[in-house]
């Protein structure tokens, strides 16, 4: 039985989730990234193959939890209004929907963005 790891693991399901999910002009796609120091967000227009807006958490945070989480999803839903963005495909990028990710994304919609 060949073990896989957490790495492998999460690519896998984030080539499911792509598999299914795109991005256009209208509707870019959100792209959530947790590393072990910061939150990263793109909106991606895949059709043109661009990015259209990126956040990223505040550098001088400390640890990465719901609070920063939160704050870093109301901060990408104001980047995207102010580009003209409006509603999103949301690519979790193989992370769990629990947590950081759940805070983050309904702060975003909190914050005006529609998925």
Same mark, same amino acid.
């Given at each position: 039985m060949n073990a896989i790891s957490r790495k492998e693991s999460r690519a896998q399901r984030h080539s499911r989730i792509r598999r299914k999910v795109a991005g256009t002009a209208e509707r870019p796609r959100m792209a959530v990234l947790f590393s072990n120091r910061r939150i990263y967000i793109q909106f991606i227009d895949d059709e043109a193959g =661009?990015?259209?807006a990126a956040v990223?958490?505040?550098p001088e945070a400390k640890a990465l939890n719901v609070e920063l989480a939160r704050k870093t999803g109301v901060r990408a839903a104001e980047v995207a209004t102010a580009r003209g963005i409006a509603a999103v495909v949301f690519d979790r990028s193989g992370f769990r929907y629990h947590? =950081?990710?759940k805070a983050l994304a309904d702060a975003a919609r909190e914050a005006g963005l529609r998925f």
């Open positions: =661009r990015t259209l990223q958490s505040a947590g =950081r990710m």
